[in-house]
């Protein structure tokens, strides 16, 4: 079975700073790696995916995230970030066709 | 393309009531649907896997007679909440799994807000 563990509940940043959120899984065997945002009162926008191939992600909206198959973890990341980037934020994995998620990690972004 | 809709996008009903609300897949065709539930500041919840032509899959703690899976398309999955509560109160959120992806992505809706008064 498999786990997700988002470090952080919270993360307060400034606009144009750069933000990390971070998340390790847990698995036996190979996964599928999964980042979603949620505004509110919305349903889930995939950021990125990592499948296979180049560790490194690129996604929408200037993110990125890199899968450490060592560490176990697929962190998140973003340059400089803007005020619209408030959210709530998932990570998820999924072994076959079930997606667990993460408790999610809300950005505030502040002027 | 992979749109995914959900109808009501938020139902106010009494206690005792039914309430359904409906999932489609608008580009595409889903042989598997999930329905999540969610409340306020906490993670996804897999609730049930549908699955069109058979019946629903719930997860544990999940009770399969008061919330009533349909998938009789390959694009429309519905959720009936039957005797509704307040404790049932919550954002329900269905996804569609493209049955031609060849990996396991999900397409969510942007969700359903049931509130039981």
């Known amino acids: 079975a498999q786990s997700v563990t988002q470090l952080d509940s919270q993360v307060p940043v400034f606009e144009e700073a750069p933000v990390e959120l971070r998340c390790n899984y847990s698995s036996s065997v190979s996964v599928y790696l999964f980042w979603y945002v949620q505004y509110p009162n919305q349903g889930l926008q995939l950021l990125l995916k990592y499948l296979s191939g180049s560790t490194l992600v690129k996604g929408i909206n200037g993110f990125e995230a890199e899968f450490n198959k060592s560490q176990t973890s697929f962190h998140l990341r973003k340059p400089s970030v803007h005020i619209s980037d408030t959210a709530e934020y998932f990570c998820?994995?999924?072994?076959?066709?079930?997606?667990?998620f993460g408790a999610g990690t809300t950005v505030t972004v502040r002027a | 393309g992979a749109v995914v809709s959900q109808h009501p996008s938020w139902v106010i009903c009494k206690s005792g009531t039914s309430v359904k609300i409906e999932c489609r897949s608008l580009?595409?065709?889903?042989?598997?649907m999930f329905w999540y539930r969610q409340f306020p500041k906490q993670s996804l919840m897999l609730m049930a896997t549908s699955n069109e032509g058979s019946k629903a899959t719930y997860e544990q703690g999940v009770e399969k007679d008061k919330f009533l899976i349909n998938h009789a398309s390959l694009t429309l999955s519905t959720l009936t909440v039957t005797s509704a509560h307040p404790e049932d109160s919550s954002f329900y959120i269905c996804s569609a799994r493209d049955h031609l992806a060849v990996y396991n992505e999900q397409f969510f809706g942007p969700g359903t807000r049931l509130t039981v008064l």
């Open positions: 580009d595409f065709q889903a042989t598997t």
């Open positions: 998820a994995v999924t072994e076959d066709y079930k997606l667990s």
